[in-house]
């Protein structure tokens, strides 16, 4: 079973910023494109930004210009630099691959409120 431990969620303010990490096990990492996803209650969890064993990077239009991705090859790690942030970016944020895993971690919430 892929390990997948997420940090770095908590209440913001509106407009505030927030850095996501998760660690997970090496192989997956090397070998696999990574993403970050979010899910808010009563809907379907959704893709917010992905990234290649490249380097490449995608993101969902709602986000774009205000989150980054990146990898940090020396730990292991996928990273969510979020920016900006509004209400509608509240939810608990996920790592995994893309495609999506079989399993996920417990994920780390985000709370953008006044």
């Known amino acids: 079973q892929v390990q997948l431990v997420e940090s770095g969620g908590g209440l913001v303010q509106p407009g505030g910023s927030l850095r996501l990490s998760c660690v997970t096990d090496?192989?997956?990492?090397?070998?696999?494109?990574m993403g970050w996803w979010r899910q808010v209650a009563g809907k379907q969890r959704e893709l917010v930004a992905g990234i290649s064993t490249g380097g490449y990077t995608n993101y969902r239009d709602v986000v774009k210009g205000r989150f980054t991705i990146s990898r940090d090859w020396a730990e292991k790690r996928v990273n969510l630099e979020m920016n900006n942030l509004n209400i509608g970016d509240s939810a608990v944020y996920y790592c995994g691959t893309v495609p999506p895993p079989d399993s996920w971690g417990r994920g780390t919430e985000v709370i953008v409120s006044s």
């Open positions: 090496g192989d997956i990492f090397e070998t696999s494109a």
